[in-house]
């Protein structure tokens, strides 16, 4: 598959650093699987690891966190 942002790259297995921003509050996901384009270096999440970004990251803003750093540990 070719990165639809860059046209050319290959997309590659990875793992990359997810922030979220929401009302002054900044989550950092550290290790989350992704498929990467070996050129522009843009990122896909697979829906189910988008969830669970999605769910760390909704938990740790209703938690009251202003800056907080995870990793995403995928059963």
């Given at each position: 598959m070719n990165c639809v942002i860059c046209k050319t790259g290959?997309?590659?297995?990875?793992?990359?650093?997810v922030t979220l921003?929401?009302?002054?509050?900044?989550?950092l996901i550290k290790e989350v699987p992704?498929?990467?384009?070996?050129?522009?270096?843009?990122?896909y999440l697979d829906q189910e690891i988008a969830k669970e970004v999605l769910n760390r990251g909704n938990q740790a803003f209703i938690n009251g966190a202003e800056l907080e750093v995870l990793k995403l540990k995928v059963a």
């Open positions: 290959a997309m590659r297995d990875g793992q990359v650093t921003e929401k009302k002054g509050s900044i989550i992704a498929h990467i384009c070996d050129v522009c270096e843009h990122y």
